[in-house]
């Protein structure tokens, strides 16, 4: 079921229409460089980006990228904790290994079978090709 479906058809446009007016309201009687005129300034100023996902026919445009956070989040953890391990290139190697099996999870593509195409290609590269 569609999010508009779920919330009802005029709920987000009723939001989004009053929104901006007390973003402006607000922008007027707080600090241009406090953090709530700043947030106040940015909202406005991306307006058409922020609504976008409110917009008919863009039901599956997300209002937040969690689900990519979430699903990049072990292999920037586990990049991040094997940075240095046993040598000073194996951050770089797990980090080439890391990015391939996240890239093939979010496609859903056989992680092992890149894995097993992609290593003894790099392995019988250059340096000037491993690295730019």
């Not at 922008?27 to 241009?32: A, D």
């Not at 996902?53 to 979430?70: C, F, L, Q, S, T």
């Not at 392995?123 to 730019?132: F, I, L, S």
């Given at each position: 079921m569609?999010?508009?479906?779920?919330?009802?058809?005029?709920?987000?446009?009723?939001?989004?229409?009053?929104?901006?007016?007390?973003?402006?309201?607000?922008?007027?009687?707080?600090?241009?460089?406090?953090?709530?005129?700043?947030?106040c300034?940015?909202?406005?100023?991306r307006?058409?980006?922020?609504?976008?996902?409110?917009?008919?026919?863009?039901?599956?445009?997300?209002?937040?990228?969690?689900?990519?956070?979430?699903?990049?989040?072990?292999?920037?953890l586990?990049?991040?904790?094997w940075?240095?391990?046993?040598?000073?290139?194996?951050?770089?190697?797990?980090?080439?290994?890391?990015?391939?099996?996240?890239?093939?999870?979010?496609?859903?593509?056989?992680?092992e079978?890149?894995?097993?195409?992609?290593?003894p290609q790099l392995?019988?590269?250059?340096?000037?090709?491993?690295?730019?």
């Open positions: 569609w999010r508009k479906q779920k919330r009802g058809p005029a709920a987000a446009e009723m939001i989004l229409h009053r929104l901006p007016q007390r973003l402006s309201q607000e922008s007027l009687t707080v600090l241009p460089k406090s953090d709530l005129g700043k947030a300034t940015y909202a406005l100023g307006w058409t980006e922020l609504t976008r996902y409110a917009k008919p026919g863009r039901g599956h445009v997300e209002i937040d990228n969690n689900w990519v956070e979430n699903g990049i989040r072990p292999t920037a586990g990049r991040n904790n940075f240095f391990v046993g040598h000073p290139d194996a951050g770089w190697i797990a980090g080439v290994i890391y990015s391939v099996v996240g890239t093939c999870k979010l496609l859903k593509l056989d992680s079978a890149n894995l097993n195409w992609v290593l392995a019988a590269a250059t340096v000037k090709e491993q690295r730019p």
